[in-house]
């Protein structure tokens, strides 16, 4: 793990909190990647996107905390147990991790509908977005979630040596009254179970980011601080 050759891009503008810089760290692509060695590494805290593999390396903030889920040890809360509730007669069908339009026209509601800059998400195109989800080394899977016969949401997992690593979910705007991104992790945290893994990891937890601080929802999470895993919460965890 010490000799993995590691890129540092120049730094550029956090996509998550307005104020700040950021600075991304990047495993060399003459490294070959593989599920084995890419398990190692979300233990310490990386990611991917696509076929890279990174990290934040900024210099002066460490707001972006990694993020794992011990499966066993979690019990859904009654805001969570009302969404199981609701996905009553939610059918799940997982797929390979292949371009499928009716996925990619999904993909494309859910930006406009979500994100502040509709037209240039209507610029994205097939290739960007398997590009982005897809990957040529990972074990990947896209589950969808189909209510009444729709689809209403797919979510794009990662098979990892200890447990499923949540990669991105997106749905339809029509079925937000049934939670499907509070179900589609609810389901991965019941597969993991099912396949004998130990963890979710569910990416960085950023506490003054309204997009990704809902995941201190699944407890007992713990994040990565200071190179040791421990438990965080709302009320135990501040920000230095």
């Known amino acids: 793990m010490s000799s993995i050759p590691i890129w540092l ?6 996509g998550y909190l307005e104020d700040r810089q950021a600075r991304s760290g990047f495993v060399h692509p003459s490294v ?24 934040p390396y900024c210099e002066t903030c460490q707001a972006c905390v990694p993020t ?15 969404c199981i509730k609701r996905n009553a007669q939610t059918r799940v069908v997982v797929k390979n991790a292949e371009f499928d339009a009716r996925h990619f026209r999904l993909y494309q509601r859910y930006l406009s509908a979500r994100h502040d800059k509709p037209d240039e998400n209507a610029e994205t195109t097939p290739d960007d977005y398997i590009n982005f989800l897809g990957s040529n080394w990972s074990d990947t899977l896209f589950v969808e979630f189909l209510i009444g016969g729709q689809l209403a949401a797919v979510a794009v997992v990662d098979v990892v040596s200890d447990g499923l690593s949540a990669v991105y979910t997106f749905f339809d705007p029509d079925f937000a009254g049934y939670s499907p991104g509070v179900y589609a992790v609810l389901w991965q945290i019941e597969t993991a179970k099912q396949m004998g893994l130990t963890y979710l990891y569910l990416g960085y937890w950023i506490k003054d980011c309204r997009k990704m601080r809902y995941k201190i929802d699944y407890q007992p999470l713990t994040g ?12 135990t965890f501040t920000e230095d």
């Open 32 to 55: 070959k990647m593989d599920t084995p060695l890419y398990s190692q590494l979300i233990a310490q805290g990386f990611r991917r996107s696509g076929d890279h593999v990174y990290k």
């Open 9 to 14: 891009d120049s730094g550029h503008a956090c």
């Open 224 to 235: 990565l601080i200071d190179g040791q895993w421990q438990a965080i919460s709302n009320h």
């Open 68 to 82: 794992r889920l011990p499966v066993s040890a979690f019990q859904p809360d009654r805001k969570q147990k009302r």
